[in-house]
């Protein structure tokens, strides 16, 4: 018999652990298929060189988590530290009283939105977007039961109902919604 660890069982608290676990397993696999494409290999800049030289086959798991501490840190920066910040200096200049919550909540949305704007402007996540769009035209066709052949593929929609990102943008407005109340 399998023992399960107790955070992995409470709830709210198994939530954080899953979401780490699947982020992990989310970057893994992301600099699996970069090394399969052979990208780190094509043109490694400085840092990738004494990385890999200091750490030898290690060299993923040190990016992995020093990517993921900048990612934690911007993420806190731009969705707490920012909005707050700015809702603190409007709040000086004009009384936002209950709205102050819903006007917090507002500038995450607009952060949230102008930053897959501005990435998707980056040639990479551009084409990253595009593979995107081709999965979820890829499952409408599986869905619907058609052969996949790209003229059943052209023909379906891009945007998918359940769509991670998609998800997380719904979740963000939700909770802008409900902590504005």
Not at 80 to 94: D, E
Request: with cysteine.
């Amino acid at each position: 018999k399998t023992v399960t660890a107790w955070y992995r069982k409470t709830p709210f608290v198994r939530g954080i652990f899953n979401f780490v676990a699947t982020l992990m397993d989310g970057y893994k696999c992301l600099m699996k298929s970069a090394e399969k494409s052979g990208y780190d290999e094509e043109n490694p800049d400085k840092l990738d060189l004494w990385i890999q030289k200091h750490f030898g086959e290690k060299a993923g798991t040190v990016i992995m988590f020093i990517a993921s501490v900048i990612g934690a840190a911007l993420a806190l920066l731009l969705f707490m530290v920012i909005p707050t910040f700015v809702v603190n200096w409007l709040n000086s200049l004009l009384p936002l009283g209950g709205l102050a919550t819903l006007v917090e909540g507002i500038i995450k949305v607009a952060i949230l939105v102008g930053y897959m704007v501005a990435v998707s402007k980056t040639p990479d996540i551009h084409r990253m977007f595009q593979y995107h769009g081709a999965e979820h035209k890829s499952i409408y066709c599986y869905e619907a039961g058609l052969p996949l052949t790209v003229e059943n593929v052209r023909k379906q929609g891009r945007l998918h109902p359940r769509c991670g990102t998609s998800f997380l943008l719904i979740v963000v407005i939700i909770s802008v919604l409900v902590n504005s109340f």
